[in-house]
């Protein structure tokens, strides 16, 4: 059983187009995670939720919205994408406060836009 | 802002031969976690060290974390070809803003040649 998915696992879209990443976690932890790994593997957080709350939004550009339907699932949408938006997108979660307990990533979705 | 410097980028060595990687900071983070990712999965957790000074070992990998809780390195020993991947420090913040927050280094991909 995968802990932590995400869909689609890979996105090729043009400039302008809208679009929404999924992620699910079967491990009934509290904390969800989206982050940023650039072309370089620099991992950067963006949002965190905790049972449908949102903590934490770092400085991402308001194209990007997540939401959280429940606890389990973590979605992202991604409105008037740009170049600068390709990377790869990993959802991820926790049990508790992160550094402290373990963080489960997902697969990751590589979005390509061209 | 938070900033963990990681280094060396690359590393290409011979099976056998002994490696450090360091993760430096001005920073004082509350833990230091490594992870290691393959390609096209997400990172997995290596292991957390949560007090100054503490040393943990995992089989062939030594992990320190620094007196001040502001560094960490790790090292391997005899490094085998089955070690090869991208390895990411991460801290997490200790308070403020940081709080409930991973910090990423810039990560180490690591070839180990047969």
């Known amino acids: 059983d995968t802990a932590v998915s995400q869909t689609p696992k890979y996105l090729v879209t043009q400039m302008g187009n809208d679009k929404s990443i999924k992620c699910e976690q079967n491990l009934g932890h509290d904390t969800m995670y989206w982050y940023k790994q650039d072309s370089k593997k620099f991992l950067k957080i963006m949002f965190s939720y905790n049972n449908k709350e949102l903590i934490i939004n770092e400085t991402v550009p308001n194209r990007f919205s997540p939401k959280s339907p429940d606890k389990a699932h973590l979605n992202l949408h991604i409105n008037s994408l740009e170049l600068g938006d390709s990377a790869v997108y990993f959802c991820a979660s926790s049990q508790g406060v992160v550094g402290l307990y373990e963080q489960y990533f997902g697969p990751g979705t590589r979005l390509t836009v061209t | 802002t938070q900033l963990l410097e990681q280094s060396p980028q690359f ?9 450090t990687v360091y993760c430096n900071s001005s920073s004082v983070f509350s833990s230091l976690q490594w992870y290691r990712q393959e390609p096209g999965e997400g990172p997995v957790l290596l292991v957390t060290v949560v007090t100054g000074g503490e ?4 089989k062939r990998l030594t992990f320190q974390f620094g007196d001040a809780r ?6 391997i020993t005899a490094a085998q070809p089955g070690d ?8 997490a913040g200790a308070g403020g803003t940081s709080y409930g927050k991973l910090t990423f280094g810039q990560g180490t991909i690591l070839t180990v040649h047969p």
């Open chain 2, 11 to 19: 590393l290409s060595i011979q099976e056998g031969e002994n490696l």
């Open chain 2, 55 to 58: 040393v943990k070992k995992l």
């Open chain 2, 70 to 75: 502001k560094d960490s390195s790790l090292h």
């Open chain 2, 84 to 91: 090869t991947g991208l390895y990411l420090c991460a801290g």
